[in-house]
């Protein structure tokens, strides 16, 4: 289990991370999402023990994570900017990383650089930009760590191989008790992959939870009402999260479970309601927007 409690860190004035506190459990799939700047990557790197917290505290099963090699070797970070040795191949890669990671299973790597087609002799500045993508995840994944970090986890990588690596962590999950945190700007494959979910928006955590739990407790309604005053009376005493509308129709999302929203609206004088299924991707604009991220009023505002 990762730990995190009142973590901070800044750089000069800019302060990346701000109070963060959460927990990764094991044997969970952790997706980290958050806006341009929030300090995803540097989070990664705080848990990854590459950078030193100025504040707060990381627990690694209960362990400090700074100046600990041991513990150290339970963690691999794939950072989007993975660091390739100048000339380096995947074969001398992987010389490299094995005697820092007593798990290391040698075997293993070459058999998938072989099976994604990457010569293990080739340069890897002369592979495209999935290719190298490709290299640092393997390395990451036949390392025999305990926590896998992703940083962008499928940026660069086509369709195929998209789906070729999400069966890979799947695999290792089960054989061997995986445990991968994954970044990404792609809200669609972290909501396939995830258990939990983790919202970051300047430096500061909006919400740490279950996905499962999150979207029995938000709803998202469809409706057309009959008055205002019909509207007010269904909706009070429920947090409306965000409200768009399109000529009558309005879209909802609301805070509270499914029950009591069906419950409230089935009897009221509705011309019409929809309770429909919640993306991570709505859940994600209206976490945002309600902390003052709104992309789309500031577009309106600069007419």
Not at 27 to 43: D, R, Y
Not at 45 to 70: C, S, Y
Not at 141 to 163: A, I, V
Request: negative net charge.
């Amino acid at each position: 289990m990762i730990e995190t409690m009142h973590l901070e860190k800044s750089f000069g004035s800019v302060k990346a991370v701000a109070d963060v506190s959460l927990t990764i459990r094991d044997g969970e799939v952790f997706g980290l999402v958050g806006t341009n700047g929030a300090g995803k990557s540097t989070f990664l790197r705080l848990l990854a023990g590459v950078l030193r917290q100025d504040a707060g505290q990381i627990l690694v099963d209960r362990e400090k994570i700074w100046d600990n090699p041991e513990k150290k070797a339970d963690i691999f970070f794939v950072p989007n900017d993975f660091y390739f040795f100048p000339n380096a191949t995947p074969e001398e890669m992987g010389k490299y990383f094995a005697p820092l990671y007593p798990r290391f299973d040698v075997a293993r790597y070459e058999t998938l650089l072989r099976g994604f087609h990457l010569d293990k002799l080739r340069r890897i500045r002369e592979f495209s930009r999935g290719m190298r993508r490709q290299v640092a995840i393997l390395l990451g994944l036949c390392s025999g760590t305990k926590y896998l970090l992703l940083d962008e986890t499928f940026d660069g990588l086509d369709p195929l191989m998209r789906q070729t690596v999400r069966s890979l962590i799947a695999k290792d999950m089960e054989d061997r008790g995986l445990t991968p945190v994954l970044s990404s700007h792609n809200l669609r494959e972290i909501e396939d992959l995830c258990d939990h979910i983790g919202i970051l928006h300047e430096g500061g955590i909006l919400l740490s939870e279950d996905l499962e739990d999150l979207r029995k407790r938000m709803q998202k309604v469809q409706c057309v009402f009959s008055s205002e005053e019909e509207k007010k009376t269904i909706l009070e005493g429920i947090r409306v999260v965000c409200e768009t509308r399109r000529g009558r129709l309005s879209t909802l999302i609301l805070e509270a479970d499914r029950e009591s929203v069906e419950a409230k609206f089935r009897a009221a004088d509705m011309i019409f309601f929809e309770i429909l299924p919640l993306t991570l991707e709505e859940i994600f604009v209206s976490k945002t927007e309600g902390a003052g991220y709104d992309v789309r009023k500031l577009i309106l505002d600069s007419q």
